[in-house]
């Protein structure tokens, strides 16, 4: 999720979330990740499926606001059930957290790893964020624009997705990059809003009743989640950033 | 705390948090983080006060076990209170996550900072944190030993804790290294257990009736946590290690 003003996960994470083991099998674990103003950032994780998980629970119950969110279910292809293995990685690159979570599977994959971020745990997903982290580390001496970074990764992204499955979402507070090999979907809420209803839970919202019409909310996913608003489908190795809740214009011009 | 079997810290916890507030005046935000399989890492921060956080309330009722815990509650001197101020602090090296909070005010203290390490938030403590890790990873290749990690940070916190305060405690899942320049106590629970009672709240626990006689728990506080326990002081400028629930041997003939 990208938004322009604080905003609560809540609704999204409740649908989403059943997919840990109800209506969907990643019950491997999962995790959530929250910016709060830039640069704070609260990081959850847990090796148990998100249905069952008290930490969940908590994320479900207690509206926590942010402008970026990265939530991820795991169903495990590389590495064990524990929580090292657990998505979204997080890692600090020039005063900033940077946050990622991935969808997919590299094969045959052993970046080679010179710089100064090592995975911890044993996924293909930490070992290529490692590498991008350890990329952007070479290509920027600073915190480089939005612009900048999106042009960056689109040279490095298809050195990664050539071995694989590379769906991810990566985020360091100021945006969201969001890049597609095979599913991924966005939507933006915007005035005027409308009711939404959960694909996978009985749980609907009205939207008018708790936004204002300066707020945008950006949310992508590997499958809508709900079953009344009009998601689109990222095109095959397609790279998107979202900034203030939309995609970012300056971006789109470029495709 | 540092365990030789995985513990929880829910006895201890509820008796630090009343100092966020009720027994004390640290209400400047909060932290803690649990190791777990000395890889996997929970990390909560809060930038309310530990007494009204909605994230202490699940700590103090949701057991998460682990070998090595570190806990602060903040009482801001240097940077607002916000997120990225609370600590503990994380950074990952040579494929570990390492866990820092600082008890204490350095002054005039500007690192240099030419490493990979940058502190997102704006406290003396982080920046502090970021040169502890700057000058272990250009000590060490690659993961050093205990003792050897203890012998390089002898060498590099004189230089830090001659700016002032520095009282910090410091885990990489191996081990915990307490450091006091003012106040610091330690207790090691082992067979036989005792009853213990808190100091800062109305709770007492019998711990023989929840453990085996192999455990082995060392606590590592500002002032004492129990009041029918023998707390043993630090020393002036005393670096301690811990590992398994007790002090580190080889490190004590060595003192």
Redesign the interface.
């Known amino acids: 999720m990208n938004c322009n003003t604080p905003t609560d996960i809540a609704f999204s994470f409740s649908g989403f979330s059943q997919r840990s083991g109800r209506t969907g099998n990643h019950a491997d674990g999962w995790g959530i990740a929250f910016f709060?103003?830039e640069?704070?950032?609260?990081?959850?994780?847990?090796?148990l499926p998100a249905i069952d998980s008290?930490?969940a629970d908590?994320i479900r119950?207690?509206p926590i606001k942010s402008r970026n969110v990265i939530a991820h279910i795991r169903k495990a292809t590389q590495g064990p059930v524990?929580?090292?293995n657990?998505h979204p990685f997080?890692?600090?690159?020039?005063?900033?957290?940077w946050v990622f979570a991935h969808n997919g599977d590299l094969k045959q994959f052993g970046p080679r790893l010179h710089g100064?971020?090592?995975?911890?745990?044993a996924t293909d997903s930490e070992a290529a964020f490692c590498w991008l982290m350890q990329e952007l580390?070479k290509s920027h001496a600073t915190l480089p624009s939005v612009d900048e970074l999106t042009l960056t990764l689109r040279e490095l992204v298809p050195q990664l997705s050539s071995h694989g499955t590379f769906n991810f979402l990566l985020s360091n507070g100021q945006a969201l990059w969001a890049h597609a090999s095979t599913h991924l979907y966005y939507l933006e809420r915007r005035h005027p809003f409308m009711p939404a209803e959960l694909e996978d839970d009985e749980l609907s919202i009205d939207f008018a009743s708790c936004t204002t019409p300066q707020d945008r909310v950006a949310i992508i996913v590997t499958a809508p989640l709900t079953r009344n608003e009009e998601w689109m489908a990222f095109g095959q190795g397609e790279l998107k950033v979202f900034v203030d809740g939309a995609l970012h214009l300056r971006d789109a011009q470029w495709r």
């Open positions: 709060e103003e640069l704070g950032l609260r990081h959850f994780v847990d090796h008290p930490i908590l119950k207690y524990n929580l090292q657990c997080v890692r600090e690159l020039w005063g900033r957290y100064n971020f090592r995975p911890v745990g580390a």
